[in-house]
Structures are given as structure tokens and as C-alpha cells.
């Protein structure tokens, strides 16, 4: 099965510059691989580094020490270090990420919104908000609420549209952060089916999930990160 992220030795410690130049490890010497069309499950207790884990992957924070590779236009490339638009360019085609926080440009509609990752990619504008509200609509967010601004929705709602966003390219490579942490049972249940969609089509997902049913429903293999900062691959059961 094709190795979509290869990670080699990854060390993160945080410096605060603002109190002394005191250092935070938050992991040491992690080595794992994320494969095509499986689920890999990123857990640990709380503060074991499961979320700089998955911005490191994404690009968002530098690692101390290390290497994070991803596949690219069919080539492994090197994230740490790489220059900014190669970044740009790895999240426009290859990597999506769904965070837990919604951030957009006051507004603009949920429907602009969601569609957005496919205008980027040059998808007309006609077909991009097809795909938009047939997402939309699947994560139960009414059609009355698409011409709004989605910052002014409850917190749940911002979570279904946040999905809708991250699910509405079918990227190579998905990282998401704690999915289901916002949403009832039924929407849930709709983040599981597509997650398993995206594994059919061939999608290498990477997630945190403290929702133990949603986890159990989607991990191929799981990444344990224990409270030493030592780190070992299981396949889930």
C-alpha cells in the first residue's frame, strides 16, 4: 500500500522567548507512516502533542528536529524546510485539514465559503456551489442559513460547515482535529460515512478523535503518544 506521509525522528520543543527562553519538549524522535485509503489515529493523553503533531504535518509549526515527508504529484517531498509556495502548493492539491475552529472572511456567505477549495483549484462557480450545498445539506445545515456568514452560527453548526469546507476537495491526504467534537450523535454519524468515503476513493486520513465510538468506527491503525513522549503503531482492532 502507497506511503502518503513518512515521518522520521520528529522532535517539537516550544522556546518562550517571553519568559526566559523557557523550553517545552512536546515529543521526541516520532517515526510513522500514514498509507492510501486507511484512517490513522492519532491518541494520547491530554498535552501528549497529538495536536502539534497534526499542525506539524500540516505545515503550521516548524519541528525542532526531523523530517515530514508527504506525496506530491507522485513524488515524496520534504515539508520541514520547504519553501512558502511549495507549502501553498501542497495545500491547495494534496494536504486538507479540519481544524476544530472555523476561521473566515467576515461576510462572505457559507456557501462561498465551503466552495472556496474548489474555485481555488479553477472549478467553476456554478458547479463549485453544487458540491457545496449537497455537502451542506448532508450535515444538516439548512438552505436558508447558506446565504449568511457562517460566524454567526452556533458553534456546532460552524463544525458542520467547517467539515463541509475540508470534505468538498477529495485531497490525497486529509489531517483532522477532533471532527465530532461538536456535533450530536446523528451528524457524527454522517462525519463517520464520510470518512469511510474517503478511504474507498483512496484518501490517507490522519485524525484525533477523543470520541472513542467515532474512533473505533474509523481507525485502521492507531498512533499512540504516551505521556513519556515515546511513541508506538498498533493497528486498531
Known amino acids: 500500500m502507497q506511503t502518503m506521509i513518512e515521518v522520521k525522528g520528529l522532535t517539537k520543543v516550544f522556546t518562550l522567548h517571553n ?30 502533542g497529538k495536536s502539534t503533531l497534526l499542525r506539524s504535518l500540516y505545515a503550521n509549526y516548524l519541528p525542532t528536529s526531523g523530517s515530514i515527508r508527504v506525496r506530491h504529484r507522485g513524488e515524496m517531498v520534504e515539508l520541514t524546510g520547504a519553501p512558502s509556495q ?11 485539514y479540519v481544524s476544530q475552529f472555523l476561521r473566515v472572511i467576515p461576510r462572505v456567505s457559507t456557501l462561498d465559503v465551503v466552495a472556496q477549495p474548489l474555485r481555488e483549484r479553477g472549478v467553476e462557480q456554478t458547479l463549485a456551489h453544487q458540491r457545496a450545498g449537497e455537502l451542506l445539506e448532508r450535515l444538516h445545515i439548512p438552505e436558508r442559513l447558506w446565504s449568511l456568514p457562517p460566524g454567526t452560527f452556533s458553534g456546532g453548526e460552524q463544525q458542520r460547515v467547517n467539515i463541509a469546507r475540508g470534505f468538498i476537495v477529495d485531497y490525497p491526504i486529509l489531517l483532522l482535529d477532533e471532527p465530532t467534537a461538536s456535533l450530536d450523535q446523528r451528524n457524527a454519524n454522517i462525519v463517520v460515512e464520510l470518512i469511510r468515503e474517503a478511504r474507498q476513493r483512496g484518501t490517507a486520513l490522519v485524525g484525533i478523535f477523543h470520541d472513542a465510538d467515532a474512533r473505533e468506527a474509523v481507525a485502521d491503525q492507531i498512533f499512540e503518544i504516551d505521556h513519556t513522549r515515546k511513541s508506538a503503531n498498533r493497528a486498531a482492532s
Do not use: K, N
Request: one cysteine or more; hydrophobic letters at 35%.
Open 19 to 48: 519568559q526566559g527562553g523557557i523550553q517545552l519538549p512536546v515529543f521526541s524522535g516520532i517515526d510513522f507512516r500514514a498509507h492510501q485509503g486507511e484512517c490513522t489515529v492519532l491518541f494520547g493523553e491530554s498535552g501528549s
Open 86 to 96: 511549495t507549502l501553498l502548493d501542497i495545500r491547495r492539491e494534496t494536504i486538507g
